[in-house]
């Protein structure tokens, strides 16, 4: 093998590895509030409960109930429900982010993150943030709301 055709292979796998990569992340910014707004209701529901398993099932029925009602509603192809929960969804998101990101630091599971109020070009960066946002959101929801399945969900025709 020589050399030249040595780099060649090593930057194929380098660079796979680095799309692969790259497109996880993207995927997990994307899917950001399908993925994790469940959990936290789950995580946030269970802190309240006593004893061995009544967390576990209060964290899974909430996790169950918060994917149940986000995904009747992202199914929507009306824009009168469509519209207003993906901004929503968007806001709480971008503005989640930026919550996050501005804090000092903590323990994200058992203890929220201080709140403060963003200054006026935080408002305006978490605008921006939430309607380049939600566009590519409704973007990449708009193959789902036109399957089979998701016709039956459908709440206003």
Same mark, same amino acid.
């Given at each position: 093998?020589?050399?030249?055709?040595? *780099?060649?292979?090593?930057?194929?796998?380098?660079?796979?590895?680095? *799309?692969?990569?790259?497109?996880?992340?993207?995927?997990?910014l994307?899917?950001?509030?399908?993925?994790?707004?469940?959990?936290?209701? *789950?995580?946030?529901?269970?802190?309240?409960?006593? *004893?061995?398993?009544?967390?576990?099932?209060a964290?899974?029925?909430?996790?169950?109930?918060?994917?149940?009602?986000? $995904?009747?509603?992202?199914?929507?192809?009306?824009?009168?429900?469509?519209?207003?929960?993906?901004?929503?969804?968007?806001?709480?998101?971008?503005?989640g982010?930026?919550?996050?990101?501005?804090? +000092?630091r903590?323990?994200?599971?058992? $203890?929220?993150? $201080?709140?403060?109020? +963003?200054?006026?070009?935080?408002?305006?960066?978490?605008?921006?943030?939430?309607?380049?946002?939600?566009?590519?959101?409704?973007l990449?929801?708009? +193959?789902?709301?036109?399957?089979?399945?998701?016709?039956?969900?459908?709440?206003?025709?």
């Amino acid at each position: 093998m020589r050399p030249h055709e040595a *780099g060649e292979a090593a930057g194929k796998v380098i660079g796979g590895g680095l *799309g692969v990569l790259i497109g996880a992340v993207l995927v997990i910014l994307m899917l950001g509030p399908i993925l994790w707004a469940p959990l936290w209701a *789950g995580l946030r529901t269970a802190r309240f409960f006593p *004893g061995a398993w009544q967390p576990w099932l209060a964290g899974l029925v909430a996790c169950a109930a918060a994917a149940f009602v986000q $995904t009747v509603l992202l199914v929507q192809r009306s824009p009168i429900l469509r519209y207003p929960i993906v901004a929503l969804f968007a806001l709480i998101w971008i503005g989640g982010l930026w919550l996050e990101f501005t804090s +000092p630091r903590h323990d994200w599971v058992t $203890t929220a993150p $201080t709140l403060h109020m +963003p200054s006026p070009w935080s408002w305006a960066l978490i605008a921006v943030g939430t309607v380049i946002y939600a566009g590519i959101y409704l973007l990449a929801l708009a +193959p789902i709301g036109k399957s089979r399945w998701a016709k039956r969900w459908q709440l206003i025709k």
